[in-house]
């Protein structure tokens, strides 16, 4: 198979530790890999960018396993050609699997042009989305305390939804304090 990219790395990303594989060398030559690893606090992944940029990578390639991926995304972002992969998609043969095997065959596949990027948008975006569903989630929880004390109320034979029509209202609050 002729590979298409030159310096690249796959990178297996986990909790606390990231296997790194760089293969370097011609389209037409076996290339050389050298793989380290790298914990996950943001110290050590600059370092990583050092180490990516002084082996002359040019595509990083990881999968997108849970949340992992986010703060090595960030970091890495605009520095490199990256390809978020979906995990299925790149499977390795079943067997057994190491961090290391795992993280050479994602270099691999990115050296023949065989990952298909999944889509990231941009950090803006990215912000805006984390923003959104935060605040989702508070509406949520606002919602379920607020049944919780209706609940209780009703529970209690105070039938104050019967008189007023909200509960949470200035009304309502003035009531219940």
């Not at 296997?19 to 600059?46: H, I, Q």
């Not at 370092?47 to 997108?64: C, F, P």
């Not at 270099?107 to 923003?131: C, M, Y």
């Not at 609940?151 to 003035?174: A, H, M, P, Q, Y």
Request: hydrophobic share 40%.
């Amino acid at each position: 198979m002729e590979a298409i990219v030159t310096h690249c790395a796959g990178l297996d990303v986990h909790q606390k530790n990231i296997v790194v594989a760089v293969m370097a060398g011609k389209e037409d030559e076996t290339p050389e890999t050298e793989v380290r690893s790298f914990p996950t606090m943001t110290r050590n992944l600059y370092e990583m960018l050092r180490w990516l940029e002084e082996k002359g990578v040019t595509h990083i390639a990881m999968e997108s396993t849970g949340i992992y991926w986010k703060p090595v995304y960030n970091i890495l972002e605009g520095y490199f050609d990256i390809t978020l992969a979906n995990a299925q998609r790149i499977k390795n043969v079943p067997g057994r699997k190491t961090d290391v095997s795992d993280a050479e065959w994602i270099a691999k596949l990115l050296r023949h042009g065989l990952i298909e990027k999944s889509f990231v948008p941009s950090a803006d975006i990215r912000e805006l989305r984390d923003l959104t569903r935060l605040r989702k989630k508070w509406i949520g929880n606002l919602t379920a305390e607020k049944n919780r004390i209706q609940k209780v109320l009703e529970t209690s034979n105070i039938k104050l939804s019967n008189v007023i029509s909200d509960i949470f209202g200035v009304s309502g609050r003035n009531l219940l304090a």
